[in-house]
């Protein structure tokens, strides 16, 4: 370290000591910020591991279609866990989604229609190994911020800019709403994977120093909102909504962020097409089973999917139990859609264009269970998380905060969408769940380094003798620090 910085960094130290002999509370938020936090590791300095390797080629297999190496991709992730130093990890999250996994196999042997059910439920497995090997290759904060940073540029290579170049380039999209190839070629799935992205960017934003990372990370938060408004998806519009709110209302400075906020959506206002406005403001009438007719016209989206979701309680009531099978919900409804008390909109073998009412028809209450629990265990702990971090490391907190956000907005659209085992979805959970397990980790580092339990040798130590000294002295020898425990 040079003489300047060592200069600068023991003057941050006397601050902070300083502002112990006013509250301890106070210290610590300036704590925090001197000492080193997730490490912003570049990715030379990223521990590398063949887990790390693989699933981070699945990634790239997953958005750009470019090689067909998915399952070598998983093979090569899992083998590496074996080699892998520090032991296997398998959090408790990833016990109740293989609960449901198993769950899901057994309700499938009873499907009457085992050809739809089986691809599914082979694709299903597959992704239960993914979410495993991201659980092992995800461990430190520098192979997290890569996950982060690689999968963000992954999806604006190909998918945004796909997306992008087919609407105003090439004039191709769906009745003017945008659209990519294959897992992106649906509008709604489109934007609710952007919401996904847009709270990783955020996220970054809330830790990236001045940089390239950083810059594009503001890129995103401009260019994933018009995405979301370019898909013209009702459903994610209503989860962006969320997200916002969410943000907004976590963060202490509004009036900077609402400023911001405003001069986002000023742009967007200004690029996006009209026909997104016209079509968002049909909102007004979906609230009203007689007015739906006047959402998108005559047998328009609102109208079908209401006779759809009429379907799909006529074999929830059927199948309460055991479902009808993974896959097997498509011919389900094109069977049952015959039957003269639905409104012709509804035939054929449709999906159920909700989330819960696809795992609910294909697995029973017991699947549901299982897998709102699964979502449930990730929110929670990220939850305690972020508020052990709240007043301690504050980086981590806003991080949490903007992740949990993009969780929660994405299960509001996810009403109006059936996205159950998107992968996008799943990696999501891995995310939340690591960056919680680091930050209540770095939060526990830091509230030893404030003097309590000892002082770390070398530059830490000169930095933190100082606030050593001041707890010692006067009413803040014997105050706990904010986040601790009276010992």
């Known amino acids: 370290m040079s003489p300047r910085r060592a200069s600068v960094a023991m003057r941050g130290g006397l601050a902070i000591a300083e502002r112990m002999r006013n509250g301890p509370a106070v210290a610590m938020a300036h704590l925090s910020a001197a000492l080193p936090v997730l490490p912003l590791a570049p990715v030379a300095r990223v521990k590398w591991t063949l887990t790390l390797f693989g699933f981070l080629l699945y990634l790239f297999v997953i958005t750009s279609y470019r090689a067909p190496l998915g399952e070598v991709a998983i093979v090569m992730a899992l083998v590496g ?56 290759a995800l461990q430190t904060p520098g192979q997290v911020r890569l996950f982060m940073v690689f999968f963000l540029g992954c999806f604006a290579l190909f998918p945004l800019r796909g997306a992008m170049f087919n609407f105003f380039l090439y004039h191709s999209h769906l009745q003017g709403r945008a659209i990519w190839n294959l897992l992106y070629s649906n509008p709604n799935d489109l934007g609710a994977m952007a919401l996904l992205q847009l709270s990783m960017a955020t996220a970054l934003l809330a830790a990236e120093p001045k940089g390239w990372v950083r810059w594009s990370a503001m890129a995103g938060v401009i260019a994933l909102p018009m995405l979301i408004l370019m898909t013209q998806s009702r459903g994610v519009f209503l989860g962006l909504l969320v997200f916002i709110a969410i943000a907004f209302l976590g963060q202490r400075k509004r009036l ?40 998108d016209g005559e047998g328009g989206s609102a109208r079908q999917r209401y006779e759809i979701w009429r379907v799909a309680f006529k074999i929830i009531g059927d199948h309460p139990i055991l479902g009808v099978g993974i896959g097997a919900y498509k011919p389900t409804h094109e069977q049952y859609a015959m039957d003269g008390e639905f409104n012709p909109t509804a035939q054929g073998a449709r999906d159920t264009h909700s989330l819960y009412f696809n795992v609910l028809a294909e697995t029973g209450f017991p699947g549901l269970l299982l897998y709102l629990t699964m979502v449930g265990v990730v929110l929670l702990a990220a939850e305690r998380a972020r508020r052990r971090c709240k007043h301690v490391f504050e980086t981590g907190a806003k991080q949490l905060l903007m992740l949990e956000a993009g969780l929660l907005s994405f299960l509001v659209a996810s009403i109006f969408g059936s996205l159950p085992y998107l992968p996008h979805f799943l990696l999501h959970l891995v995310l939340i769940y690591a960056v919680a397990t680091l930050s209540s980790r770095q939060a526990g580092k830091l509230a030893t380094y404030s003097g309590i339990d000892g002082i770390p040798r070398g530059l830490g130590g000169a930095l933190l003798a100082p606030i050593r000294k001041a707890q010692m002295s006067g009413h803040a020898r014997n105050r706990p620090l904010q986040g601790q425990r009276p010992a």
């Open 256 to 295: 900077r962020l609402a400023l911001r906020i405003a001069v986002v959506a000023a742009i967007l206002a200004s690029v996006a097409p009209s026909s997104v406005w016209t079509r968002l403001q049909t909102l007004r009438s979906a609230t009203d089973t007689s007015t739906l007719d006047k959402v």
């Open 81 to 136: 866990i074996a080699f892998q130093p520090g032991g296997i990890r398998f959090p408790t999250y990833l016990g109740w989604f293989s609960a449901f996994v198993v769950w899901s196999v057994l309700v499938t042997t009873q499907t009457a229609y085992p050809d739809w059910a089986r691809p599914e439920l082979v694709l299903l497995i597959k992704e239960c190994l993914i979410v495993f090997a991201a659980a092992n």
